[in-house]
C-alpha cells in the first residue's frame, strides 16, 4: 500500500511537470533561444541530477523524488519533441533509419543495461556504488552529443542541405531506369507479338 502511494504521488507529480513544461516551457525556450539550446537542457539538467543524485547528496530520497519526476516530465516536454524536430533536414530514408535505430534498439539497449547493472548491484547502496561513474559518464556524453547535433542542425538549415537527399535522388534514378527497361521489353515484346501474328496470317492465306 505504501508503495503504491508513493508511485501514485510520483505519477501526479511528473505529470503536472510534464504538462507546466509542454505547454510554458518548451515554447518559450524554442521562440526565444531555439533548438540548439532547448536540446541541451534537458542533458544539463540530467548531468546536475546525476551528480546530486550519485556524489553530492547520495540516499537522499526527496531529492530522488523530485529529481526523478522532473526529469522524466522533461523528456516527454521537452527532449523528445525537441529531437523530432532534428528530423526536419533528412530524408524519408534516413529518418526511418534514424528512427528505428533510436527509438526501438538504442532505447531498448540502454533499458538492457540499466536493468543488469541494477541486477548486478542488488541493493541501493551498491546501485550508488557501482552505477555513479557510468552514469555521470553517459549524462556528460550525451550534453557533448546534443550540443554537436545542435550545431550540425544549424549548420544544415543554414545551407538549406537535406541529409539523405543524394541518396534518394539515386533511387529515384534508378527505380525510373528499371521503370523504362521494362517500358522498352513490354514494347519490344508487343511488337514481336504483332509481327507474329502478321506471319501467321500470311501463311494462311497462302
Not at 542542425?153 to 542541405?161: A, K, M, S, V
Request: glycine letters at 8%; aromatic letters at 14%; proline letters at 3%.
Amino acid at each position: 500500500t505504501t508503495f503504491a502511494i508513493f508511485m501514485g504521488r510520483y505519477g501526479q507529480l511528473t505529470n503536472i511537470f510534464s504538462l507546466l513544461l509542454s505547454y510554458y516551457g518548451f515554447p518559450y525556450f524554442m521562440s526565444k533561444y531555439g533548438l540548439n539550446t532547448t536540446l541541451r537542457i534537458f542533458p544539463t539538467f540530467l548531468v546536475v541530477v546525476t551528480i546530486l543524485a550519485y556524489l553530492a547528496l547520495p540516499m537522499n530520497l526527496p531529492v530522488l523524488f523530485v529529481s526523478m519526476s522532473v526529469l522524466k516530465a522533461m523528456t516527454y516536454s521537452i527532449n523528445d519533441p525537441a529531437k523530432e524536430i532534428l528530423y526536419i533536414p533528412t530524408s524519408a530514408t534516413i529518418k526511418f533509419k534514424a528512427k528505428f535505430w533510436i527509438d526501438v534498439v538504442g532505447a531498448r539497449f540502454a533499458k538492457a543495461i540499466g536493468s543488469s547493472l541494477n541486477s548486478y548491484a542488488g541493493t541501493a547502496e551498491r546501485i550508488v556504488q557501482y552505477g555513479s561513474i557510468p552514469s555521470v559518464i553517459s549524462a556528460v556524453a550525451l550534453w557533448v552529443i546534443s550540443y554537436a547535433i545542435g550545431m550540425e542542425f544549424d549548420t544544415l538549415l543554414e545551407n538549406g542541405e537535406v541529409v539523405g537527399n543524394e541518396e534518394e535522388v539515386d533511387n529515384r534514378y534508378i527505380l525510373n531506369k528499371i521503370g523504362n527497361d521494362a517500358e522498352d521489353l513490354d514494347e519490344l515484346s508487343n511488337e514481336g507479338d504483332s509481327d507474329g501474328g502478321e506471319n501467321d496470317e500470311g501463311r494462311e492465306y497462302r
